[in-house]
């Protein structure tokens, strides 16, 4: 108040101009006019804001906004404030701004404050479009509400976030690896490279915190290899800040979602988020590649099939079986040849759980996950 009756002052006696009083007190010349017209009318009075004491005509009323706040104790309590708001707008018919509702469940301690974020640190930038580069990782949560805790399986693109793939699964693994890879690589075809962790089921390394033996390839490092795509490890959490915040988000929200809409077991929370969660996660949070073109190469399912799968080499034994993961595999007879003994053959395990022997390339024989024949791809007989 003292500022403003210097500045009239001066400005009265000629000192200064209107535009210059205006510059002084931080307002515009025209408002320097009105308050000092008000000034004039009314003295001190006159300069407070006439906005005090009036309700405004766009308040909330103090119902809805208990409404609200019942919405979020009974129904989404604990959900972050973003979540929450976007399932208000969507689902229960509410206009209110974010940070308006954030404001009301502060002041409600129904969410506490955000900490302070640590120092900036420059993060990799992303690949300029879709397919130059994937990740691929897992994350342990309590996923479904009131079971035991799962491995959620994602595979997402670096330019774009957009996830392509993403699954529970008892413990994370080569299998589950595949089976990501597969989904992908058959919806969108070979990128040009997959980024992950030092997991066992990726790479070999011979002393921890050392760099991987690129030279000893594990399964996955065969497939990728076989399949010309390159395979690069990351050496810290830090360095997978993107996987690292995407599953940051995934925790928060996934679980709600599954609570949300009742499921409980394995194959229902699959489908849910397949069909339903992954488009709205996608359309929230993929963003547009920085160029509108596509590194990914068509790929033969079929082929893929046969790549993206557990392959090892056994030797038949004297009775026609092939050892393999604790089961005895009996061969059938074939007609290209008397016997198999002492042949080296290739055991094929699919993500599904199934077998395959192969002489060459020659499949001779399929069986189920518990060993038994489910194929006989050679007719069975002797050859001539």
Known sequence: ?????????????????MMEAGELLGMSERQFRRYRDRYEEAGEDGLRDRRLGKISTRRVPAEAIEEMLELYRNRYLGWNVKHFHEHLIRDHDFSWGYTFIKTQLHAAGLVERAKRRGAHRRKRERKPCEGMMLHQDGSRHAWLAGQPELDLIVTMDDATSKL?????????????????????????????????DRGSHYFVTLKAGEAVDKSRLTQVGRALRQLGIEHIPAYSPEARGRSERMFSTLQDRLPKELALAGIADIEAANRFIAQT??????????????VQDSAFVAA?????????????????????????????????QSPIRHHFVKATVKVRQYPDGTLAIFHGPRRIATYNSQGTAIQQTCPIGRAA
């Open 277 to 290: 969660y992954l488009p709205a996660h996608n359309a929230r949070f993929a963003r547009p590649a920085a």
């Open 1 to 17: 108040m003292q500022k403003f009756r210097d500045v009239l002052s001066r400005w009265d006696g000629g000192d200064l101009s």
């Open 164 to 196: 392509y793939s993403a699954f529970l699964v008892a413990e994370e693994g080569t299998a589950s690896s595949f089976q990501g890879l597969m989904e992908t690589f058959a919806a969108k075809g070979l990128p040009s490279s997959l980024y992950t």
């Open 300 to 332: 033969d399912p079929q082929q893929l099939a046969e790549i993206l799968c557990i392959q090892e080499e056994r030797v038949v034994a004297r009775d026609n079986t092939v050892a393999f993961a604790r089961l005895r595999l009996q061969l059938p």
